[in-house]
């Protein structure tokens, strides 16, 4: 969480499902069974707020930050964060939904070097164009989809989108966004960061620190498989109705084209 590292105000738990570098589907089934564990301890009143008891203890003055990728697109997260907290604000990282599959599926092939064919997992027909939907690394960039779940929950207002292209290409900008969305005073500015050519990704640093910088780990910022530009055509194709639409939902246009 690079607010919170070097933000006085922004505390961040010392864990994060991310941190375990999962898939998708492996971040959703866990963040399921977490959750489901905790009512259960709350049920037989082994814990008031099991959720917020695993936060760390912070002053008035202070926020606390806690990250899982998994949140924003599992179903039942909604209403257990709002069960816990209806005050919470929440910040949600999107990019271009078929980057973002082609990343996933880049990330996943590493590990699974067996994997089929990106064609073959995002489509049930390519010839007809048809998509398959039920492929989580194509059902996570239905943003849309996903943001009508929350906002049974939660208010617009209560939500910020965080542009995950302008996030490499101008951080201190994204950031002093989500300062203000939270409140808290522009400490965080071009100052905290540098470009890493080799991973083509900002780092953080302290100004004031010695100490090494903070950069993505070596699961990060892989080269992306090279997918058929038609295959890429039909999901953009796919994409745009549901883009709108978030972008309508938003009231941004995050120019995914």
Same mark, same amino acid.
């Given at each position: ?39 259960? =301890?709350?049920? =037989? ?7 917020? @008891? ?14 899982? *990728?998994?949140? %924003? ?16 604000? =929440? ?26 064919? %990106? ?21 996570? @960039?239905? $943003? ?8 049974? $929950? &939660?208010?617009?207002?209560? /939500?910020? %989108?965080?542009? +995950? ?5 101008? *951080?201190? +900008? #994204? ?5 203000? %969305?939270? +409140?808290?005073?522009? /400490? ?5 960061? $540098?470009?890493?050519?080799?991973? @083509? &990704? ?8 010695? +100490? ?19 295959? /890429? ?7 745009? *109705? $549901? ?13 995914? #084209?």
């Amino acid at each position: 969480n690079r607010l919170a590292v070097i933000h006085p105000s922004a505390f961040d738990p010392l864990w994060s499902l991310e941190e375990l570098d999962l898939s998708d589907n492996q971040l959703t089934t866990l963040n399921h069974k977490w959750f489901s564990k905790l009512e259960v =301890l709350q049920q =037989l009143n082994v814990l008031d707020n099991p959720y917020r @008891g695993l936060m760390p203890r912070t002053l008035e003055s202070q926020i606390t930050m806690e990250k899982t *990728p998994s949140y %924003f697109v599992t179903k039942e997260t909604p209403h257990r964060i709002s069960a816990m907290s209806q005050e919470t604000k =929440l910040i949600v990282v999107v990019r271009d939904p078929v980057t973002r599959a082609i990343s996933d599926y880049t990330q996943t092939l590493s590990k699974t070097p067996d994997l089929p064919s %990106f064609q073959d997992l995002a489509f049930r027909n390519q010839t007809l164009g048809i998509v398959d939907m039920s492929w989580n690394a194509i059902r996570i @960039g239905l $943003y849309a989809l996903h943001l009508e779940n929350w906002l049974r $929950y &939660f208010p617009l207002t209560q /939500i910020h %989108f965080v542009s +995950g292209e302008r996030l490499i290409t101008d *951080p201190a +900008g #994204e950031l002093s966004r989500v300062q203000d %969305f939270l +409140g808290l005073k522009r /400490i965080v500015t071009d100052k905290h960061f $540098y470009f890493n050519r080799t991973k @083509g &990704f900002p780092c953080l640093k302290k100004p004031e620190s010695s +100490g090494s910088p903070r950069c993505l780990g070596k699961s990060k910022g892989r080269t992306h498989v090279q997918i058929d530009r038609d295959a /890429i055509e039909q999901l953009r194709d796919f994409y745009r *109705p $549901y883009n709108v639409k978030f972008y309508e939902m938003v009231g941004h246009d995050f120019k995914w #084209e």
